[in-house]
């Protein structure tokens, strides 16, 4: 499929929104300002609660070796004793600290979300039709609401009559202000946001507590995070290691006596404790909190853990062509005189007659005929000219000018106008004009008629959807991770292939109807395949519903946003690639540090096991290949390496594996690389330089 | 004489029938267990026996078959062991202690074939032929219907859970694979130069004029189907160094070529029944790979005879035969502790300290490597889904399995199985060696005593069943304990097996794409082996380095 794009002539096109650079996110993510990693403290404190570790059986069975080495230290103390027992409990509050940082990031997240819900008071109608002063707070869905200019819209909802200009900054951070009024899909706002002009009745459509802004707090906070399907299968893979462990070093305590190995209690817990996969099962609930922030900052609010996990495995991208493939609006790209005659004529023509049109097509007339042309960029529309609107009858616009009167529109209007005035359509008109549908344009056929004298028609504007910037890359990309996009357009097959071809999509949906869409949705997914789709209008609600991830622009209907699993503040429907790069971004996070705490074992049953039987059996120094200083201090190194690579690692848990698209063969092999073989060498090296400090302790 | 030249071209024999005889026997297993035809012989059997072998069954209707099939067999053997000396052809053997029987019982029925006595003193011809014998071919039988069950949950969809007929697997395992392939290897075999006859001991004068008697049987036939059916019990306590049942080099070879050809067959026939034979090359080249390496090193470990006596010896040949040497004793050694048989043509307890770890090693991996009939197959695959679960998620899905998605329900059954086995030898080795009953059966004390009580325990519930020696385990503790290893051992797993195939014909298999992890790669064949090896790693070697390893390095 080719993936060469026009351009307009000569005039570059404006810059695509491109994903945001991932370096903001990183440098937020490891610049954990002082403020972050302090406050966090007290939360991981709290968290040592062992009915709250309950959630993450890892750390309980750390916590309760913790509890086991702090009584026998107590009553035997030991510099082993204590330095195990030390950081044993560190271990544990690395872990709840990881969550703790994750979920203060999320509440900084929060506290902006939250200034949204502040409280304020409403006009609530009542029955009579008056209306009476109530807390926001009050508010119940079904509710009906007054807002006036200069008010806050006390909760989200849709607007049920009127029209108003509404200021949606404080959601969206974008400072036009944007129309809201009843009917049609541009009838929802916001709780929070400010109503400027004019004035709209509102009916409630969530109660207090439930609106998706609550509902994303919540989410962000952490606090009623619910675990993913995904993570729940990954803890019964960690539990059922941890119970292995856990056979194994009991099992270890019997054989030892047998073989006159005796081996203490306090060292078994070590031995346990380094073994069971720590670093994953602290930092797990932090990974999944922080994909859910990696969300929020790009202004996308997720209904649950479950749906981002969901695009990472989306197999089918349903993308809309007007505003995510091509530029929202047709550009003119090139002028086509017919009938002999001269370019320049047209040009001039083309020109004059959009000069005073404000309308995007218009606009892109200008510039490109300026841009071309340079002996017409200062050309003026004649003194007395006058706008000739577009009319849906007439199909036309224009210009009237003393002496010259120009049109510009749908071909078959022009033609008609022309022979109304007396001229000939050309016969080669019909070629150019079918030649530019069949390029997926839009021909306008533009004449003009002077002085009374009998028009003629100069020639045809090309007006092409141009593909934006790059966007065909992206969808090579997307190949290549295995997901398909299919175009949904209006427009008809002709014209849609053509663009589809242009921009690189796999399959396209022509003259689609929502019916069509929701139809597409369930063939996908009869086949089993995960859908992602965008989108606003109410019509769109089924389909969104129906769509494994949907996510609904945020000017978009209620229904829309009720029906879709997130919501997108910005309203730009590129963003689904973004939603689906985090997604994946998330599980690979999760893999990798699971691979990595697994390889780490190795290592340590290399530091750990000659250290606890060379005494018994002397010949079993050979496996002592790091040759730690003492017995001690290899235990102390392998407890202190395990507890300090959770906090190595919190960074790269909050921030993410770094993640470029490409097909999973290559991803496997690279990660593999760098997590797997990485993290069986790493501990080796970490638990030698270690042993190097630990053994100037006194006492190991 | 360079013994290397000899050493490789018994593998390289190997390798050459092994390539001609897997993908014919593959082809059949898999005809066998997606056919819609029931053989003439068949129907018969189905009328007879009231049974519907079209009717598909839900899984655990499917596992309650296997296990009251089971069970049946566990009190046939028990009950024939016991009442010996009252039934017909009982050549005078006496009745079976309760806890024998019960261990004999349990073992042939799991397919361990673990003897606590020795067979041409302890049971007659009614036991071996109407008990043994017969369980001998439906334990590798039921063994194969698992597999098949896991292969076609994993080729179906959207089925409700439903896997297959049991009773249709097992008849068509014994009638199309077993007998047939028994009968060919039987014949072979007496060409080979196995006895083969219905008399009972004869009695001859020596040489140097004392008398001996010479126990005879159908050594020939019993020995094809202890081999094929990677059982492993064999009518002789000598078992394959036994020059009656396994009397020259070519002999020994055979049946080396008899333990590998059906688990690897049947991995063959997972590639074709899941439609597409890549996912079983995959498979064969995992167990192929671990299984060339523990030759590889268990051949080098005996050809290097470290340790005192061997030394001393110039060869490290004690408890080995000198029909056999060093290289076939260390091949036959790989391969029945890879393969579940545990056959033995030379006393594993007299390998050297590190080829005993090595084959304690290998069935220590779950008999994967290519492991029992059926049994080494649903082994891999389920580390293929611990694997699939852990890198899976790498590529930045959820992770699947021949498009099947493992959730937690499927990996609560992985996990499951994953943890029976190694929480049976664990609990096991600590329990023998705490009881006094326990130490009593042990001959060495130290490393060596740990690896004859580890080397039983990891024996029997890894449904190996061959023996370390120098353990007397025929006394009422080890028969007890052993006997609830191999049960558990086997049949936990089963169930979890049957469970997941259960879920994955329920599920939908979704579209694999560039997205989603190739499984059919070198690399996931790297990493699936490299899973096992650090699983299996990870729980053994803490008492592995104070048995062998302890000893290999002193």
């Known amino acids: 499929m080719t993936t060469t794009q026009l351009t307009p002539n000569g005039q570059a096109p404006g810059s695509s929104p491109e994903p945001d650079d991932h370096a903001g996110t990183r440098q937020s993510a490891l610049g954990l300002g002082r403020r972050q990693v302090v406050e966090a403290l007290p939360a991981a404190l709290r968290k040592l609660n062992p009915l709250e570790l309950v959630r993450t059986p890892v750390m309980l069975v750390v916590e309760i070796g913790a509890v086991v080495t702090t009584v026998l230290s107590v009553g035997d103390p030991s510099t082993l004793g204590v330095m195990v027992t030390v950081w044993l409990w560190l271990t544990v509050l690395f872990g709840t600290y990881a969550e703790a940082v994750a979920e203060g990031r999320g509440k900084a997240q929060a506290a902006s979300l939250r200034a949204l819900q502040a409280e304020t008071d409403a006009r609530r109608r009542l029955k009579d039709g008056s209306h009476e002063l109530v807390p926001s707070t009050s508010l119940r869905a079904g509710d009906v609401v007054l807002v006036e200019a200069g008010e806050r819209i006390p909760g989200d909802g849709e607007v049920i009559e009127g029209v108003a200009s509404v200021d949606e900054s404080a959601v969206t951070g974008e400072s036009a202000p944007v129309i809201r009024e009843s009917g049609g899909d541009r009838s929802a706002v916001t709780g929070g946001t400010v109503v400027l002009s004019d004035r709209i009745l509102v009916r409630i459509s969530s109660d207090p507590g439930s609106s998706f802004v609550d509902r994303m707090i919540a989410l962000v906070e952490g606090s009623q995070r619910q675990r993913t399907p995904n993570e729940i299968a990954l803890d019964v893979l960690l539990g059922s290691l941890t119970i292995i462990f856990g056979v194994v070093v009991a099992s270890l305590y019997f054989v030892a006596d047998y073989s006159d190995a005796h081996q203490s209690v306090l060292v078994l817990v070590a031995l346990l404790v380094c073994l069971i996969p720590t670093t994953i099962g602290a930092l797990l609930s932090a990974i999944g909190i922080a994909g859910m922030d990696r969300l929020v900052r790009r202004n996308v609010l997720a209904m649950s853990g479950r749906a981002v996990e969901a695009a990472g495995d989306v197999d089918v991208l349903l993308l809309d062509k007007t505003g995510t493939i091509t530029y929202g609006n047709r550009r003119a790209t090139e002028l086509l005189a017919v009938g002999g005659v001269e370019q320049a004529a047209l040009e001039r023509a083309a020109l004059l007659s959009s000069l005073a049109d404000e309308t995007p097509e218009g606009r892109s007339i200008v510039e490109l005929v300026r841009a071309t042309t340079p002996t017409l960029a200062d050309a003026d529309a004649p003194a007395g000219a006058a706008l000739v609107e577009f009319s849906a009858a007439t199909r036309m616009s224009g210009l009237d000018a003393p002496g010259l009167e120009l049109r510009k529109g749908a071909a078959s209007a022009v033609q008609a106008w022309v022979r109304e005035h007396g001229g000939v359509v050309p016969s080669d008109l019909d070629a150019v004009v079918g030649a530019v549908s069949e390029q997926g344009g839009t021909p306008l056929v533009v004449a003009e008629r002077e002085a009374e004298g009998r028009a003629r028609v100069l020639g045809v504007i090309h007006l092409a959807d141009v593909v934006k910037d790059g966007i065909a890359e992206r969808f090579a990309e997307l190949r290549a991770m295995g997901i398909r996009t299919v175009m949904i357009t209006g427009d008809n097959a002709v014209t849609a292939r053509v663009i589809a071809e242009r921009a690189g999509v796999d399959d396209v949906l022509a003259e689609a109807t929502p019916e069509d869409k929701l139809a597409l949705i369930r063939q996908e997914q009869r086949g089993g395949r995960m859908v992602a789709m965008c989108g606003d209008g109410t019509n769109d609600a089924p389909a969104l519903a129906q769509a494994d991830v949907g996510v609904a622009m945020n000017t978009g209907t209620v229904a829309a946003k009720e029906a879709g699993n997130m919501v997108d503040l910005d309203s730009d429907p590129t963003k689904l690639i973004e939603v689906v790069e985090i997604g994946k971004q998330l599980l690979i996070t999760r893999g990798a540090l699971t691979t990595f705490s697994v390889a780490n074992d190795v290592a340590k049953y290399f530091a750990i096991l000659p250290a606890m039987f060379v005494p018994a059996f002397p010949q079993l120094d050979v496996l002592n290949v790091m040759r730690l200083s003492s017995p001690g201090s290899a235990i102390v190194s392998a407890v202190v390496f395990n507890a300090l690579v959770i906090i190595a690692l919190i960074p790269l848990a909050l921030r993410g594996v770094r993640y470029r698209p490409a097909a999973a063969a290559d991803l496997l092999r690279r990660n593999l690389l760098v997590y797997g073989v990485g993290g069986l060498i790493a501990p080796f090296v970490g638990i030698k330089l270690l042993d190097l400090v630990v053994s100037l302790l006194p006492g190991l | ?554």
């Open chain 2, 1 to 554: 004489m360079s013994q290397t030249l000899p050493a490789l071209g018994q593998i390289a024999v190997l390798v050459v029938a092994l390539a001609v005889a897997v993908p014919f026997l593959g082809r059949l297993l898999a005809h066998v267990y997606t056919s819609e035809r029931h053989w003439r012989v068949e129907s018969a059997a189905y009328r007879v026996l009231r049974l519907d072998p079209d009717a598909d069954q839900h899984w655990r209707v499917y596992a309650l078959s296997v296990l009251a099939f089971s069970m049946v067999g566990v009190f046939a053997v028990y009950a024939i062991a016991r009442l010996q000396p009252h039934l017909p052809a009982s050549i005078g053997m006496a009745s079976f202690p309760a806890d024998g029987a019960w261990n004999t019982a349990v073992s042939f029925v799991t397919n361990t074939n673990w003897q606590w006595y020795s067979g041409e003193s302890a049971a007659g011809n009614l036991l071996q032929a109407s008990g043994l014998a017969v369980q001998n071919f439906v334990s590798a039988a039921v063994g194969l219907c698992v597999a098949a069950a896991l292969a076609r949950g994993l080729a179906r969809q959207r089925a409700g859970g439903r896997v297959g007929n049991f009773w249709a697997d097992l008849t068509r395992t014994c009638v199309r694979v077993l007998l047939p392939g028994a009968f060919v290897a039987a014949l072979v075999l007496v060409a080979l130069g196995v006895v083969q006859n219905l008399a009972g001991a004869r009695t001859i004068t020596t040489l140097d004029g004392g008398s001996q008697s010479l126990p005879g049987g159908p050594i020939a036939s019993q020995e094809a189907i202890k081999q094929l059916g990677t059982n492993g019990g064999g009518p002789y306590n000598a078992n394959s160094a036994h020059p009656f049942e396994n009397p020259t080099p070519l002999s020994d070879l055979f049946a080396v070529f008899l333990m590998l050809v059906l688990p690897f067959a049947m991995a063959w026939a997972f590639g074709l029944i899941v439609r597409d034979r890549r996912q079983g090359g995959v498979v064969i080249a995992v167990m192929t790979a671990l299984l060339g390496t523990s030759i590889g090193l268990l051949t080098w470990a005996e050809m290097a005879g470290h340790g005192t006596a061997p030394q001393l010896a110039g060869a490290a040949m004690e408890g080995k035969e000198v029909r056999f040497g060093e290289a076939a004793s260390a091949l036959f050694a790989a391969a029945t502790t890879g393969t579940s048989t545990g056959a033995v043509n030379a006393t594993h307890d007299s390998l050297t300290a590190a080829g005993g770890g090595l084959a304690m090693f290998n069935m220590m991996l779950g008999e994967i490597a290519p492991g029992g009939t059926g049994s080494g197959l649903y082994g891999m695959l389920m580390l293929a889904v611990v694997t699939v679960f852990i890198a899976g998620l790498m590529v930045g899905r959820t992770p699947e399995y021949l498009g099947k998605k493992i959730g937690q329900r499927e990996m609560m059954l992985v996990a499951g199985y994953v943890l029976a086995t190694p929480v049976l030898v664990l609990a096991g080795i600590a329990v023998a060696i705490t009881a006094k009953d326990g130490l009593a059966g042990l001959q060495e004390s130290g490393p060596h005593g740990l690896s004859e009580a580890l080397y039983a325990v990891t024996s029997a519930s890894n449904n190996n069943g061959s023996a370390f020696g120098g353990l007397t385990s025929g006394t009422p503790f080890w028969n007890t304990l052993l006997g609830l290893l191999m049960l558990f051992g086997r049949f936990l797993p089963i169930v979890l097996v049957l469970a997941l195939a259960g879920r994955f014909a329920a599920a939908r298999t979704l579209p694999a794409g560039p997205g989603t992890l190739p499984t059919h790669r070198p690399l996931f064949a790297v990493l699936l082996g490299g899973v096992a090896l650090v699983l299996v790693g990870l729980t053994y070697v803490p008492v592995l380095s104070l048995g062998p390893i302890a000893e290999a390095l002193s």
